[in-house]
């Protein structure tokens, strides 16, 4: 089944632990996306990558960072989780840039930062 | 800045109501415009994308229309299954490769 993983689901911790939040597809597809999502602001852009090995910074990047060493896999690192990052996060892929291309999404990793 | 504003926030219709979602852009131009349903504690799923001014699609009882500043999700004789948010995105011209601007969504709820 074609689909886009993310562990973990559900995630509490403390300010200043860092955290990897994961996220992988099988459908072979060259961009990945990491997003959060939050009441009365949307879906906002993270960072987004375009094959291995390349990223690029979305809208709100401030306290992220990601790696693409293989194709399959995207993680989000958060080296020093504060509260304002408490969120929703969805990972998606698409065939080719997001701009013409259908994304694919996850289904989301809820983060509570205290 | 640019924008993409949907409206309403909230849309509470009777089964079989027929009703039309907003989504305006203020950008000159676009690559694609994308509409996007999302359940409660899920992603978003696809839905259509719409590249030129005066471009239809149809999926069962959705239709969505673009023009040069807005694009409508026509919903036809809702059913309570339909119940969900509906976010619109797009590319503008001149925006970086792969970065989408997202709508807040409507949440649209259909009452048997």
């Known amino acids: 089944e074609a689909q886009v993983t993310q562990n973990p689901r559900y995630l509490i911790t403390v300010t200043g632990k860092k955290l990897t939040v994961t996220c992988s597809q099988n459908m072979n597809h060259e961009y990945m996306s990491w997003y959060r999502q939050d009441p009365g602001l949307g879906l906002r852009q993270i960072y987004y990558s375009m094959n291995v090995e390349v990223t690029d910074k979305g809208d709100v990047p401030e306290g992220y960072k990601v790696s693409r060493k293989e194709k399959r896999n995207f993680p989000l690192i958060l080296e020093s989780p504060s509260p304002n990052q408490t969120s929703l996060y969805f990972c998606?892929?698409?065939?080719?840039?997001?701009?013409?291309?259908?994304?694919?999404f996850g289904p989301g990793t809820r983060l509570t930062v205290t | 800045e640019d924008q993409v504003t949907q409206s309403p926030e909230a849309l509470r219709l009777q089964e079989g109501e027929s009703s039309s979602l907003n989504c305006s852009y203020t950008?000159?131009?676009?690559?694609?415009l994308f509409w996007y349903r999302q359940d409660p504690g899920k992603g978003p799923e696809f839905l259509f994308t719409l590249y030129s001014a005066g471009e239809e699609k149809e999926k069962e009882r959705l239709k969505a229309t673009l023009t040069k500043k807005e694009s409508f999700l026509h919903i036809t004789a809702p059913k309570p299954e339909d119940s969900a948010t509906y976010l619109c995105?797009?590319?503008?011209?001149?925006?970086?490769?792969?970065?989408?601007?997202f709508g807040k969504g409507t949440k649209l709820s259909v009452k048997p």
């Open positions: 950008v000159s131009g676009l690559r694609g």
């Open positions: 998606a892929s698409s065939r080719q840039d997001p701009s013409f291309s259908e994304q694919y």
């Open positions: 995105a797009f590319c503008p011209y001149g925006g970086s490769q792969g970065n989408l601007i």
